[in-house]
């Protein structure tokens, strides 16, 4: 019990001298900006990095707090230091909206450094990742503009770079070259932005009217991921959704036999009679179509 105690009372005086050693620092805000001057310098940094010109406001503010020495989990307040949260909106697309942070540097005194040690200003910005889904997105758009008159296109709420798109059609031709234009666009704004995207393809255009897409957005994962067709499937149907076969990329032997013939593999304990309708899954990213990737097609039965 005395050694236990002893212990916790070296514990407590070393935490203790490792805390004083820490307030012995003395931490001064340096050049401060403004409000005025934050919004101008988030600008003029997006339009540095980007080219593109933008609004910032500012959402929010607090004081700063640092590190009371690196790496600790204590932090300590800076006077007249603030850390700042923005908004920031495209001004060629209102509706193309990211953030960004902005930190007051300061400078560190202690005994040891008495000229100080300069700590930066911090800032930091989601502007461009945001640009490169948005302008994925928009294309995605177009190119199913350009080819059905009936679609849906959603954010997918499980994955922050994912996107699920619904149509439905028989034409293979059709399809393969809407795809071709997804793979196209994907991997121009690969650097800008990573972006994943499911495509369920009908071919029933009665269920596909009947359906209720909108559920989509009900399912709720517990892992950041791309939906997977089943669970988007099943969400929108509220039907029981059985997987039948498998390919690698979009191949019309396998789309117009209902994966019947060309199928890399199948399902054959499946009995397809008591199926009342198929809905294939196209999954496609930027480097499914590198080296010897493919992109990858489920078909599944509902029931």
């Known amino acids: 019990m005395k050694n236990t105690k002893l212990s916790v009372v070296s514990a407590l005086l070393i935490s203790a001298l490792l805390l004083s050693g820490c307030d012995s620092k003395k931490r001064v805000v340096n050049n401060p900006l403004s409000e005025e001057e934050v919004i101008a310098y988030v600008q003029d940094q997006i339009y540095k990095e980007t080219g593109d010109e933008v609004t910032a406001e500012i959402d929010s503010k607090k004081q700063l707090k640092v590190p009371a020495w690196p790496y600790a989990a204590d932090s300590l307040k800076v006077k007249d230091a603030h850390q700042y949260f923005l908004k920031i909106t495209s001004n060629e697309y209102n509706d193309l909206v990211a953030s960004a942070t902005y930190k007051d540097g300061y400078i560190v005194y202690d005994k040891d450094d008495p000229e100080g040690s300069v700590c930066e200003p911090f800032f930091s910005d989601n502007y461009e990742s945001c640009k490169g889904f948005y302008c994925v997105k928009k294309e995605f758009t177009e190119a199913l503009d350009e080819r059905f008159d009936d679609y849906r296109i959603y954010d997918d709420e499980n994955d922050d770079t994912g996107l699920a798109i619904f149509i439905c059609s028989s034409d293979y031709e059709l399809i393969d070259d809407l795809l071709s234009s997804f793979k196209d666009i994907s991997i121009k704004y690969k650097k ?15 269920v596909f009217k009947s359906t209720d897409f909108e559920r989509f957005k009900n399912v709720k994962l517990d892992h950041t991921a791309l939906t997977p067709g089943e669970d988007g499937i099943r969400e929108c149907s509220g039907k029981k959704v059985t997987k039948l076969a498998f390919d690698d990329g979009f191949y019309k032997d396998f789309f117009t036999s209902n994966g019947v013939s060309g199928a890399k593999g199948t399902y054959d304990d499946v009995d397809r009679d008591s199926l009342k309708y198929y809905v294939f899954w196209y999954r496609g990213e930027p480097n499914a179509f590198v080296d010897l990737h493919t992109p990858s097609i489920d078909l599944y039965g509902v029931k």
Request: glycine content about 6%.
């Open 192 to 206: 800008q932005e990573y972006v994943r995207y499911g495509v369920y393809i009908y071919k029933d255009e009665q």
